[in-house]
């Protein structure tokens, strides 16, 4: 059989969702030893898979999103003839006629709306979420299978766009970042603290500054912390520049808390494996996630985590993580004051979070993704 799978959005310049695309299409090739592949991908990845077995390439720089995508992709898809087709996100072509599957990472943006989510003008906006809740509702309806990374988002599509739970498949993701699980010597300890302009004790928070990341709440719990304890805490925010970093940047320089909050922008896996080891607790205080990616990686470097008992993560985390109420600093502050007293209690987090991580992996993903191909060229 002819499998086509949309990899535009191949390699890690996509972040997260360019992290998913590698390791599907990967694993797939990996473990599939009976279809042949059309790969669409981008001028700039075309080159790692010319002249594989049973995999042929399709240059495809059809932008992400928009009207083109629309309009030219089924004409690009329909002309490979495919048995099947995987859309690894939301955005498949209205007008593709023939067998698809579609992934869904998320609706975090059904719920995250709002002027403080955009950049763009109102009116812009406006027409722009429309059209994403119009596409997100035709191409879930029209999708012969649909791939989500976790319960919650299985059930958030049944609930919400009356998908039948049948036609849904959860296959987790994983861990696959090169952070590496570091004992400092105190010299280098002392060299990273000062490069950075931290010290011990402080948290961690790694991922974006999108409202829905609850960011605004941690920052607060930090400041009520430290209004009333001996100690002080600092707080690490690890971000890539951009519109939200700044509007955030903005707000700790007003209130006077650069000592307090540092803003470290973006941080290679080298040194945020060293900052890791130095930290306290990496905290997640987001009020919706598909998967809840950041917080499997502090644990698979024993960094205890401390999250909010919202969406996926309950799910994901299992009982490797100390959970709270993402609506309440008091509740955060309590759980951190917690983790600073009770040692025990670091090293049970720190431990239970190795064993999370092992369940899972992308191997598993891929093979998973395979059975659910085949299921539906049967």
């Not at 991908?41 to 075309?46: A, P």
């Not at 707080?235 to 540092?262: M, P, Q």
């Not at 985590?305 to 993560?313: E, F, K, Y």
Request: charged residues 25%; contains cysteine; proline residues 4%.
């Amino acid at each position: 059989m002819r499998i086509g799978i949309d990899a535009r959005l191949y390699g890690l310049e996509h972040a997260g969702l360019g992290r998913y695309v590698m390791n599907l299409v990967d694993n797939v090739l990996k473990f599939d030893k009976k279809n042949d592949y059309v790969l669409f991908l981008r001028t700039s990845h075309k080159e790692c898979f010319m002249g594989k077995k049973r995999v042929k390439v399709v240059e495809c720089n059809v932008p992400i999103y928009g009207i083109t995508e629309q309009l030219i992709l089924p004409f690009i898809f329909a002309k490979e003839r495919l048995d099947l087709l995987h859309v690894p996100h939301f955005n498949a072509p209205l007008f593709y006629p023939y067998k698809f599957v579609l992934t869904i990472h998320d609706l975090i943006k059904h719920d995250s709306r709002g002027p403080e989510t955009t950049t763009r003008a109102p009116w812009l906006y406006a027409i722009k979420r429309l059209g994403y809740l119009f596409l997100t509702k035709s191409v879930v309806s029209r999708a012969t299978a649909i791939l989500v990374p976790s319960g919650y988002v299985r059930d958030d599509l049944v609930k919400r766009l009356k998908v039948p739970a049948d036609k849904i498949t959860v296959t987790y993701e994983a861990v696959s970042s090169s952070l590496k699980d570091l004992l400092l010597s105190p010299q280098s300890k002392k060299e990273v603290l000062a490069k950075y302009g931290l010290s011990q004790p402080f948290v961690i928070y790694t991922g974006s500054l999108y409202p829905h990341k609850n960011v605004d709440l941690l920052i607060d719990a930090i400041i009520k912390h430290n209004e009333s304890k001996e100690v002080d805490l600092q707080l690490a925010l690890v971000c890539s520049r951009s519109v939200f970093w700044d509007r955030t940047h903005e707000k700790i320089k007003n209130k006077g808390l650069e000592g307090t909050i540092k803003m470290l922008g973006f941080v290679d896996d080298g040194n945020l494996s060293k900052i890791y080891s130095l930290a306290l607790a990496l905290v997640h205080p987001s009020k919706i996630e598909g998967f809840g990616l950041t917080g499997l990686e502090a644990m698979s470097v024993g960094l205890p985590v401390i999250s909010s008992n919202t969406s996926c993560l309950p799910e994901v985390y299992g009982q490797a993580a100390l959970f709270f109420d993402p609506k309440s600093v008091k509740d955060l502050v309590s759980k951190i004051e917690t983790l600073i007293k009770n040692p025990d209690l670091r090293e049970q987090l720190s431990e239970a979070g190795y064993l999370q991580v092992r369940k899972y992996s992308w191997e598993k993903m891929g093979r998973e993704t395979i059975s659910v191909y085949k299921t539906l060229l049967k």
